[in-house]
């Protein structure tokens, strides 16, 4: 039997505090509201010289500039059939197409995000695919397995794994 190593990152500082509103049953969309999300990580790979799999301190720094990013935003999917999200230099306007609800947000209170939903699913998988560009960069390594989890209510988790 062959063994393998991992580490797991889930610290208090790795939450954000956004909104977003999702759609649901087709055509159903709710109503914009806040979570306090929180992140969790988990990475496999072989160990190296050091006897680890990654630094710690460089995946937990990575993980906070990302959820950092989020923090305190209006979260907007960009390809999302029934919701148009247009920016120019200073708002973003969305609009739900199927009853005309519209909202205007100031272009720095938004991120707009390459999902199709906001959904905690699609966090986990935005963040971990943000995460492994980073570490590349920063380390020039890629482990053989992450795991995001994205918490949006106190035991909700939105898991991505690759």
């Known amino acids: 039997m062959s063994e393998t190593f991992r580490i797991r990152l889930d610290k208090e500082h790795h939450v954000f505090a956004a909104a977003h509103f999702i759609t649901f049953a087709g055509d159903i969309c709710e109503r914009l509201h806040g979570h ?16 680890y799999v990654v ?61 199709s939903n906001t959904t905690a699913e699609l966090l986990a998988r935005w963040i971990g695919e943000q995460f492994l560009a980073r570490l590349q960069q920063r380390l020039n390594w890629q482990p053989t397995f992450i795991e995001i989890a994205v918490d949006e209510n106190h035991g909700q988790w939105g898991v991505w794994s690759r």
């Open 36 to 51: 306090n999300y929180r992140v969790a990580m988990e990475l496999g790979g072989p160990l190296d010289e050091n006897s």
């Open 55 to 115: 630094d710690f301190i460089a995946a937990r720094d990575e993980l906070r500039a990302i959820t950092d990013q989020l923090d305190h935003r209006m979260i907007l999917p960009d390809s999302h059939p029934l919701i148009r999200v247009v920016a120019d230099a200073k708002e973003v306007t969305v609009t739900f197409t199927p009853d005309g609800r519209r909202w205007i947000f100031p272009l720095g209170d938004c991120v707009i995000l390459p999902v």
